[in-house]
């Protein structure tokens, strides 16, 4: 059964830090793992997409790594703002014929940006 | 994008509660999650072409509607105290491709 995992739960760091938040999953057998951002209360936003065949993806001051023999990712955040405070969720796809119609997600990370 | 409404609800227990969905134009399939509090949202099931796709370990008193025209429903019956919790439903272009979240259904059951 596919679990996936993130630490720290928490996270507080001041204003311009470079900062990784990790991931890892049970089930090597994925087809995509995507991190998402959530804001309290409210729903997902995308933050980066990453297929199994594919080591990493970037989108400004983001960038995602997956390492799927060793069952883990990371999201690098480069530069953080007060705006980056938010919850971080990983999810994994498994692979096909394993239920890929769904996400798995992780418990999430509780970023504060201090200003 | 998609939209979900209501944004909060409060039910009693054992009442019936219907949250629903709009999916982003022209997407074919629609998934619902559960979101308890310091939790990750957890999969109930998956409309494809409205036909239930997939389903994860819920009872049958959850239950879906895929309608032609991109909405969508979440049925859940006989509520209960532990259904409190933020319902998400995402919509994307086939089973397994990109999905796109709505902002959530807050459900409070007394």
């Known amino acids: 059964k596919q679990e996936v995992t993130q630490i720290p739960a928490a996270l507080s760091v001041p204003e311009g830090e470079n900062l990784v938040l990790n991931c890892s999953f049970t089930?090597?057998?994925?087809?995509?793992l995507q991190w998402f951002r959530q804001d309290p209360g409210k729903g997902l936003t995308s933050l980066l997409l990453?297929?199994?065949?594919?080591r990493e993806q970037t989108s400004g001051r983001l960038n995602a790594s997956l390492d799927k023999s060793s069952g883990r990712s990371t999201l690098y955040i480069a530069a953080s703002q007060p705006g980056d405070s938010a919850t971080y969720l990983c999810?994994?796809?498994?692979?096909?014929?394993?239920?890929?119609?769904?996400?798995?997600f992780g418990t999430g990370t509780r970023l504060k940006v201090l200003a | 994008g998609v939209t979900q409404s209501p944004t909060h609800l409060i039910k009693t227990r054992g009442q019936q509660v219907t949250l629903r969905c709009s999916s982003q134009?022209?997407?074919?399939?629609v998934s619902w999650y559960q979101q308890a509090l310091g939790q990750g949202p957890q999969f109930i099931f998956q409309?494809?072409?409205?036909?239930?796709?997939g389903r994860g370990n819920f009872p049958p008193r959850f239950s879906g509607l895929q309608f032609p025209n991109d909405s969508s429903e979440l049925n859940v019956n006989a509520l209960e105290l532990d259904d409190s919790a933020l319902y998400l439903c995402?919509?994307?272009?086939?089973?397994?491709?990109?999905?796109?979240f709505g902002q959530g259904t807050r459900l409070t059951v007394v």
């Open positions: 089930d090597s057998a994925i087809y995509n």
């Open positions: 990453i297929q199994s065949s594919q």
């Open positions: 134009s022209g997407h074919n399939t």
């Open positions: 999810a994994v796809r498994p692979s096909l014929g394993s239920g890929t119609y769904k996400y798995i």
């Open positions: 995402a919509s994307s272009l086939g089973m397994n491709t990109e999905a796109f």
């Open positions: 409309y494809y072409r409205k036909e239930e796709n």
